[in-house]
T-cell receptor, first 113, second 115 residues
């Protein structure tokens, strides 16, 4: 069936570096994408979203890029901090108008001081 | 304004028992979604409910699992005759409306362990 998947399961960076987390999706009907951060023992926390009519969106220290041609999106975190260490998931709604999310497997980001 | 409240945070059940997981949405939210997360995996959609109605249960196992969201009180995810494979973290999310980006917020989850 349709799925959302990630290329790299783990990413280790030094504090201050930029981090890039990638995600591939397969549902061509997907028109809304979200990145979540999940810390140990907590629920997913919204980071940033993007609609399919955009190819880039920026937030505070984060940027999401969307390439619909190859069904790929990425999350860039600038000046990564130890507090950014967590599991990051991409998710999409598969073209549904309501909040039924399909999540990717997740990338574990570890930031070393 | 309290967030989405889930209880219990941890639940241990023996095989064959029933598990009841509760989700109180944020104030003013009338839409609830339940997800299951196995270790080392992403969340998997189970069911979407509005007050007193199941809208989409395409992710719910056909047997032993049920969900409700009554007019009054929290949403309940019920698992009958639990098996070890039901051990997982169960998250709910609530939103103000049906639109997918309408205040969508997750709770901290219930970690179910079946022994």
């Amino acid at each position: 069936g349709e799925s959302v998947g990630l290329h790299l399961p783990t990413l280790s960076v030094q504090e201050g570096d930029n981090s890039i987390i990638n995600c591939a999706y397969s549902n061509s009907a997907s028109d809304y994408f979200i990145w979540y951060k999940q810390e140990s023992g907590k629920g997913p926390q919204f980071i940033i979203d993007i609609r399919s009519n955009m190819d880039k969106r920026q937030g505070q220290r984060v940027t999401v890029l969307l390439n619909k041609t190859v069904k790929h999106l990425s999350l860039q975190i600038a000046a990564t901090q130890p507090g950014d260490s967590a599991v990051y998931f991409c998710a999409e709604t598969g073209g549904t108008s309501y909040g039924k999310l399909t999540f990717g497997q997740g990338t574990i980001l570890t930031v070393h001081p | 304004n309290a967030g989405v409240m889930q209880n219990p945070r941890h639940l241990v059940r023996r095989r064959g028992q029933e598990a009841r997981l509760r989700c109180s949405p944020m104030k003013g939210h009338s839409h609830v979604y339940w997800y299951r997360q196995l270790p080392e995996e992403g969340l998997k959609f189970m069911v979407y409910l509005q007050k007193e109605n199941i809208i989409d249960e395409s992710g719910m196992p056909k047997e032993r699992f049920s969900a409700e969201f009554p007019k009054e009180g929290p949403s309940i995810l019920r698992i009958q005759q639990v098996v070890r494979g039901d051990s997982a973290a169960y998250f709910c999310a609530s939103s103000q409306g049906a639109r997918r980006n309408y205040g969508y917020t997750f709770g901290s989850g219930t970690r179910l362990t079946v022994v």
